[in-house]
């Protein structure tokens, strides 16, 4: 249990100085670097099949072989996805 402790340790200092590089790095040329604002567009059938999943998750189980991979809903969902 030792060996794991000191590994979980050894991967957060890693990550601690990773972020601290890069955030350096970004800082450093940061007038440098351009940001765009982009909407995906996500295909219905794979929106749905998210959310049949999702359900099944919430619910306890997998979609049933006999619904899995069915449309349900508009054809036309499109919604623009993505975060901030």
Same mark, same amino acid.
């Given at each position: 249990?030792?060996? *794991?402790? %000191?590994?979980?340790? +050894? /991967? ?5 100085? *990773?972020?601290? +590089?890069?955030?350096?790095? *970004?800082?450093?040329? &940061?007038?440098? +670097?351009? &940001?765009?604002? %982009? ?11 998210? %959310? /049949? *999943?999702?359900?099944?998750?919430? /619910? ?10 069915? /449309?349900?809903?508009? %054809? ?9």
């Amino acid at each position: 249990m030792d060996g *794991v402790k %000191e590994a979980i340790d +050894l /991967a957060g200092a890693l990550g601690d100085a *990773v972020d601290y +590089l890069i955030g350096y790095l *970004v800082a450093k040329y &940061q007038d440098r +670097l351009e &940001q765009y604002d %982009e909407t995906i567009t996500v295909d219905p059938q794979i929106e749905r099949a998210r %959310e /049949a *999943v999702e359900r099944a998750i919430h /619910a306890g189980s997998e979609p049933s072989p006999a619904t899995r991979g069915r /449309a349900t809903g508009s %054809e036309m969902d499109e919604r623009p996805r993505g975060g901030a």
